[in-house]
């Protein structure tokens, strides 16, 4: 019996001792950013769902506005070719969450967005030769329609960035660092930036 009775106790204190271990452990993970590093990476992919909403309400407003300024400036055809393709050029870009870690794509989408920003720029220019396309109410519906759309996308874009920017942080500080080269492995995700061609609304305003 007094083996019987000891062996229990063992395994008793024994499974004591895993609890306290595991509580311990769980403990650690807590302290050492384990959690709060993949709140932050969850909150750069939040931010970033938001930039790609935004980018593809412009993309949807798009071919109206083109049927619009069709309609009443027929020898611009060079300048609505250019907003179709730099816009088809941006739908060619695949998006998902392993371009926030791949450099030159990410480039490679900031770049397009960029030159479709350009296009409608040069698209608005070529508006002001047309008075009666000025005054088209659903022009002018399509026009404030992409200038509170290109708000968006900067407003979008600037939390993005802080977003990434505490992500970033988090995973390289001390001691999360060790946790993340230990156990998450997670990469430092890109943000976008302050390049003047491709961050350049278009001029809407009439």
């Known amino acids: 019996m007094d083996i019987i009775n000891r062996?229990?106790?063992?395994n008793k204190y024994f499974q004591i001792i895993i609890y306290l271990l595991i509580l311990i452990y769980t403990?650690?993970?807590?302290?050492?950013?384990y959690n709060a590093m993949q709140r932050n990476e969850e909150a750069v992919f939040a931010a970033w769902?938001?930039?790609?909403?935004?980018?593809q309400r412009r993309n949807d407003l798009i071919p109206n506005l083109v049927?619009?300024?069709k309609a009443y400036a027929k020898h611009e055809a060079d300048t609505l070719k250019a907003v179709t393709e730099a816009r088809a050029k941006v739908g060619s870009i695949q998006l998902n969450k392993d371009l926030l870690n791949d450099s030159n794509a990410f480039e490679k989408f900031q770049s397009a967005q960029g030159q479709l920003s350009g296009a409608l720029s040069r698209l608005m220019v070529v508006v002001e030769k047309y008075p009666d396309l000025k005054a088209n109410q659903n022009f002018m519906d399509l026009q404030n329609q992409l200038e509170g759309t290109e708000n968006r996308i900067n407003v979008a874009r600037v939390r993005y960035n802080k977003a990434v920017q505490e992500f970033n942080t988090s995973i390289r500080v001390f001691p999360n660092s060790i946790t993340n080269s230990l156990l998450l492995h997670l990469q430092r995700k890109n943000g976008f930036k302050a390049e003047e061609q491709s961050k350049m609304a278009p001029k809407v305003k009439f």
Do not use: H, Q
């Open 7 to 10: 062996k229990k106790i063992f």
């Open 27 to 33: 403990m650690s993970l807590c302290s050492c950013g």
């Open 49 to 55: 769902g938001d930039v790609e909403a935004v980018y």
């Open 67 to 69: 049927e619009v300024v």
